[in-house]
């Protein structure tokens, strides 16, 4: 699939948009809804890693030595829990990804979850200027599209 860009990239060209016709600017347009959708979904799971990851190092500040010994509950999976006791309040075991864990002291993990936390951030960001980018173009195409449309009806008329 080709991309479209507002800003000049090396290896694309640029294509004057008043120069198309209408079937064309119907078909960019598309691509460029498309292209939004992914950009839509891609933004969700990332809102969705960074809860988690906010969550995560949130929830080790409750990490106390003092909450030595207190009753939690255990999640084996998304829903279902078992009781538990905490007994290393120095020490976590983090899910790093694609089922690899690691122990961790409190401060190391709190580090680790606020890096991810703003590496996840910055992806949005970049995600979030392409859209508002794509979303310019797609603007300007049915702006164009419109007005070759009146200039057939006026032609017609």
């Given at each position: 699939m080709a991309q479209i860009s507002a800003t000049e990239q090396k290896g694309m060209q640029q294509i004057d948009l008043t120069s198309l016709n209408i079937q064309?600017?119907?078909?960019l347009k598309q691509q460029l809804d498309q292209e939004l959708n992914v950009f839509q979904e891609s933004l969700t799971s990332l809102k969705m890693a960074q809860g988690k990851y906010q969550n995560s190092g949130?929830?080790?500040e409750k990490i106390t030595p003092e909450s030595e010994g207190a009753d939690i509950l255990v999640?084996?999976?998304?829903?279902?829990?078992?009781?538990?006791?905490?007994?290393d309040t120095?020490?976590?075991?983090?899910d790093i990804g694609t089922r690899y864990y690691v122990e961790k002291d409190i401060e190391a993990a709190k580090d680790y979850f606020q890096r991810k936390t703003k590496f996840v951030t910055e992806q949005m960001e970049k995600v979030q200027y392409i859209g508002i980018e794509k979303s310019k173009i797609r603007d300007a195409i049915v702006e164009i599209a419109e007005l070759k449309m009146?200039?057939?009806?006026?032609?017609?008329?």
């Open positions: 064309q600017l119907s078909t949130e929830t080790l999640p084996l999976t998304g829903s279902m829990y078992v009781p538990g006791k905490l007994h120095n020490n976590v075991i983090i009146a200039q057939q009806q006026q032609q017609q008329s």
